[in-house]
């Protein structure tokens, strides 16, 4: 038997930026990409105590969804790893590199706790979906919940350390160098649903700074068929719309 949502999920879109930090590109893209998993993961949670637990549809949408967020977590966690970090380090005085290091390290750590977490999401994700019981859909939403307070967390704590330092001494062509260098094994239709989502809910600012960084065909495809898949999308999901 299908839930029926008696309030909607919609969040409440920003207005301002919310804290000193220089509003760079790069910043922008980490601040609403953030800001979506959070919200993401809290939401899956939430709503997956009203789904049935033997409603293979709604099980599909909602550990799909589960899916799709750690997959962009994985990569994201990539591409810093791999392109961000270092192009950062390469453009910090000589000063401030210990401090980067540290911040690196720890960043590393946590980085890697919370991938085994999103892991094992998918896990259990896979169980609910074979098993369609109760006890298999509490586990799932208990695991959205543990992996919304370690990506809070981890991001609060990347956003506190790192994205100043992003912010002082990236210059926005080594940002463009980083993002062009960056893979996705997303397929376009998820790439717009991903793009939605950070920007359901970003400020104007920030909003403006994610569109503006994207390829022209990119945004085309946004304001075409993107805007409009995303928001059934959400309303399939949330049984609400976005917020904007």
Known sequence: MTAVLTRPFIPTPRTS????????????????????VRREFRLLAELTTWAGADDAARTADLTGHADLLTRVVLQHHAAERE???PALFRSLPAHEHATA?????????????LDHSLRDLVTVARQWAVDGTV??????ARACTRVAVTVDAHMTAEERELLPLVSRYLPDREWTAVR??????????EQML????????ASAIDRARVMAGLAPATRTAWRVVGRRNYRAAIVRLRGAPPAG
């Not at 290091?101 to 706790?113: D, H, K, L, P, Q």
């Not at 991903?194 to 809910?201: F, N, S, T």
Request: charged share 20%.
């Open 17 to 36: 930026v919310e804290n000193t930090t220089r509003n760079s590109p790069a910043v922008a893209y980490q601040r609403v990409l953030h800001q979506a």
């Open 83 to 85: 392109l961000l970090w």
């Open 101 to 113: 290091r540290e911040a690196i390290g720890t960043w590393t750590s946590r980085a890697a706790v």
């Open 135 to 140: 006890p298999a859909r509490h586990a799932f």
């Open 180 to 189: 062009r260098a960056a893979t996705t094994s997303l397929p376009g239709r």
């Open 194 to 201: 991903v793009l939605g989502l950070a920007l359901e809910d």
